[in-house]
């Protein structure tokens, strides 16, 4: 059930992306970000308040605020690629980094993978780097520059390993507390950016941002119930295997052409995902 988890926390991050860059494209990316971030913060309060919590510590709530940080610098830094069409650069870099820094942190906590899960991490990183940079040269990825996507990609990558590692000691007695926390905390910290650019959007635009937070904030539970269940090293690698889900969006709403390393991407990640299941 853990893997399965993580899994579908992975369909749902990867559909987000996908949103959320083609929204970046037609508003500015703080806009989209921050509302986003609103929209994550009302879904994950609605879920706590419907799910019991045995006991809510300040900890806990300390625990998913940091983890919400890293989540909203996350989203700031991912959709500020996109927003220049670099999703060949951004996104494998953003996956590559955050999955590194993720499995070296679970391991040094006493994850101890076996043989089959430590070959499926191993195999994770080149496939992820294949599924989303088989694009790079093409359409976007050159608007925004190999330098910009690349740094922007870092820094995402590391906000998705904080996301992910400060949520991991929240106890789970804390419900889904930790998770509105994070996003109250998200929103408090992009505001003043976001003020700082603000531009008058549409309806359908806002509303777009706010179901893309929502999907981010469900995301992110999915993995927190993941996580509960499997060791964090292996939930963090297959909750990363997100980046073929745009390129296989892109494919069949935005007709792009899968490119032979995008193919071997796509099988390397399908067979990592059996090892790791197994292991």
Request: net charge positive; with cysteine; proline share 4%.
């Amino acid at each position: 059930m853990g893997a399965l988890l993580a899994l579908t926390s992975a369909v749902v991050h990867g559909i987000v992306d996908f949103a959320g860059g083609l929204l970046s494209r037609r508003a500015h990316f703080t806009t989209v970000t921050v509302i986003g971030q609103v929209g994550g913060l009302v879904l994950a309060s609605l879920a706590a308040l419907l799910i019991p919590a045995e006991a809510v510590r300040p900890g806990d709530l300390l625990w998913g605020a940091l983890s919400g940080i890293g989540s909203g610098a996350a989203m700031h830094f991912l959709n500020r690629g996109l927003s220049h069409g670099a999703m060949s650069v951004v996104v494998p870099v953003s996956a590559v980094t955050s999955v590194a820094l993720s499995v070296l942190c679970g391991v040094a906590l006493g994850d101890r993978p076996g043989s089959l899960a430590w070959t499926g991490i191993a195999l994770t990183v080149p496939a992820l780097w294949l599924v989303a940079g088989g694009r790079a040269g093409e359409g976007g990825g050159g608007r925004a520059g190999e330098g910009g996507g690349t740094r922007d990609g870092l820094l995402a990558g590391l906000g998705v390993a904080a996301q992910y590692l400060a949520l991991a000691p929240a106890d789970p007695a804390a419900g889904l507390w930790p998770l509105a926390a994070g996003r109250a905390a998200a929103v408090l910290v992009l505001l003043p950016t976001a003020a700082r650019h603000a531009r008058r959007t549409t309806a359908a635009l806002s509303a777009g941002a706010v179901a893309v937070g929502a999907g981010a904030a469900l995301g992110l539970t999915l993995f927190q119930l993941a996580s509960q269940q499997q060791m964090l090293a292996v939930a963090v690698v297959l909750a990363s295997l997100y980046p073929a889900l745009p390129v296989i969006l892109g494919l069949v709403l935005l007709h792009e052409r899968v490119t032979r390393g995008q193919t071997l991407g796509l099988l390397g990640a399908a067979v990592a995902t059996v090892l790791l299941t197994l292991g």
